[in-house]
C-alpha cells in the first residue's frame, strides 16, 4: 500500500486518540503516504501529527449531508490515486467521499450500515464492551476479526507490564517552540514564568464540566503558593462565558477562550507547566503534547477515554451514579463534580509547578 486516505473524526480528543491507526499503519507500510480529510476545528491538531503528509480541512457542516460540497472534493481527490480509505465516522455520509472518489479498498466500522460504501466493514464492538477509543481506531490496520497484537497500557497497566507485551502507540504532537513562544508574545505572556492552563469547556454538555467555582478555588491556591504563575482558559468562544465566571472570582485568571485559534492554543499548551482540564479534546492535546496534566472526570469513564500520558493524572469520584454518559445530570445534582474539591485537585497542580522550579 502507497497512498491511504483518512475520514477524521469530528471531534479533536477522537482525532488524537486515532492517532496509534496511523502510527501502525506506517508501520505496516513503511513507504505510505498518509493524508487526511478533517473538519476545520480538528485540522490543526492532524497538522502536526508526524503520520500524516496533508490534510484536506473542509468547512462541511455537523449532521448535514451537503452532496454537491462530498462530490466536489471527491473529484478532487479521484487523482490522487488512494490506494485504501480509512472512514473513522460510523456515518453514512463520512463514508461517501472515499466511495465518490472511487477509492477501491474502503475500510471502517459497520456503523449506519453503510452496505456498500465500504467494503471491509468491521463489526461494531457491544456498548457494554467498548474497547479504549485508541485500540477500537487501531483495529482498522488489521483484518476484521484479528486480534490486536498490542496492548492498551494506560487501560490494561497488568497485561502491559509483562516482558513480552507490545503496547500501543500512544498519541504524539509535534510542538514547535518558535510557535510557542510567538503566540506568547503576541497575549503578552511571560515565557519565563510558569504557565497554568485552565481548559473548563467541555463540548459534550455541562455533565462533563467542573464547577466555574472550583476552577476559580484552584486558582487562588495557586496564587497564594505560587505567586508568579501565570493563569490563563482556553477553549472556544462557547467556553468563554464559562471562564469569565471562573475570572469574575477569581481576576489572575486571564480568559483567552474565543480569542486563540485552536493551533495557537496547542502552541499554549505546549508550554504549560500544568494544565487543568476537564475531559474534552485539550485533555487530549495536553496529554499528547506531553505536559503535566490533571484530567477531572464526571460523566464520563477514563477507563474508556483518558488522558494517554504517564504525566497525567485523572480525577474521579467514581461515585455509583457515574459514568452515566449524560449531557447533563439525570439526578440533578451533580455531585460527581461538585463533590471534587479543588483542594483534592490542587494537591496535584502544586506538585507539578514544584517539579517545574
Known sequence: MRRALVIAPNWIGDALMAQPLFTLLRKLHPRIAIDAVAPTWVAPVLERMPEIRDVYATDLAHGK????????????????????????????????????????????????????????????????????????????????????????????????????????PVPRLEADPNEAARVSTRFNLDTRAPLVVFCPGAEYGPAKRWPPEHFASLAQFIAQSFPYARIIALGSKKDAPIAQA????????????????????????????????????????????????????????????????????????????????ARECPLGHLNCLRELSAEQVFGDVRGMLLAHR
Not at 252 to 270: D, F, P
Open 65 to 168: 449531508l451537503q452532496l454537491l460540497r462530498r462530490w466536489q472534493l471527491a473529484s478532487d481527490l479521484r487523482d490522487v490515486g488512494y490506494d485504501a480509505a480509512y472512514v473513522l465516522p460510523n456515518s453514512v455520509k463520512s463514508a461517501l467521499i472515499p466511495w465518490m472518489a472511487g477509492i477501491n479498498l474502503r475500510i471502517g466500522y459497520k456503523g449506519e450500515s453503510r452496505y456498500g460504501l465500504l467494503n471491509v466493514r468491521h463489526a461494531n464492538p457491544p456498548k457494554t464492551e467498548r474497547p479504549p477509543m485508541t485500540a477500537h481506531y487501531a483495529a482498522l490496520a488489521y483484518t476484521p476479526g484479528a486480534k490486536l497484537p498490542f496492548v492498551d497500557k494506560f487501560a490494561q497497566p497488568e497485561a502491559a507490564a509483562k516482558p513480552e507485551a507490545q503496547t500501543l
Open 246 to 325: 471562573i475570572a469574575d472570582r477569581a481576576p489572575m485568571v486571564r480568559n483567552l477562550c474565543g480569542q486563540t485559534s485552536l493551533g495557537e492554543a496547542c502552541a499554549l499548551i505546549s508550554r504549560a507547566s500544568a494544565v487543568v482540564t476537564n475531559d474534552s479534546g485539550l485533555m487530549h492535546v495536553a496529554a499528547a503534547s506531553r505536559r503535566p496534566l490533571v484530567a477531572v472526570y464526571g460523566s464520563t469513564d477514563p477507563r474508556h477515554t483518558p488522558p494517554l500520558s504517564d504525566l497525567a493524572k485523572v480525577q474521579w469520584l467514581h461515585l455509583e451514579c457515574s459514568p452515566c454518559f
